[in-house]
Nanobody
Framework: QVQIVESGGGLVQPGGSLRLSCTVSSPYFNMFTLGWYRQAPGLQRDLVAQISTRRTTTYADSVQGRFTISRDDAKRTVYLQMDSLKLEDTAVYYC?????????WGQGTQVNVSS
């Protein structure tokens, strides 16, 4: 069973930066499409960014130009660099690993943007 572990969340002021990491325990890591999602209290879980096996990236409009997703297949890790953070970026951020429709979620990491 694939295990997914996120890290890097925390408290940051508006305008600050954080980098989230997600490690996936699978020897087939390079075959996964990887995504970061977030869920704020009372709201649904939404896609933030996604990166394919060919490193094609997709971003939500709300984070375009501020967040960058990347992957290191040798380290079996996907990253989310978050810059120019806003109050509305506060949420639990989840990593999703998708292998041809079979997917798994991490436990989430909390990001709080507050002054």
């Amino acid at each position: 069973q694939v295990q997914i572990v996120e890290s890097g969340g925390g408290l940051v002021q508006p305008g600050g930066s954080l980098r989230l990491s997600c490690t996936v325990s699978s020897p087939y890591f390079n075959m996964f499409t990887l995504g970061w999602y977030r869920q704020a209290p009372g709201l649904q879980r939404d896609l933030v960014a996604q990166i394919s096996t060919r490193r094609t990236t997709t971003y939500a409009d709300s984070v375009q130009g501020r967040f960058t997703i990347s992957r290191d297949d040798a380290k079996r890790t996907v990253y989310l660099q978050m810059d120019s953070l806003k109050l509305e970026d506060t949420a639990v951020y989840y990593c999703k690993a998708d292998l041809r429709g079979s997917f798994a979620w991490g436990q989430g990491t909390q990001v709080n943007v507050s002054s």
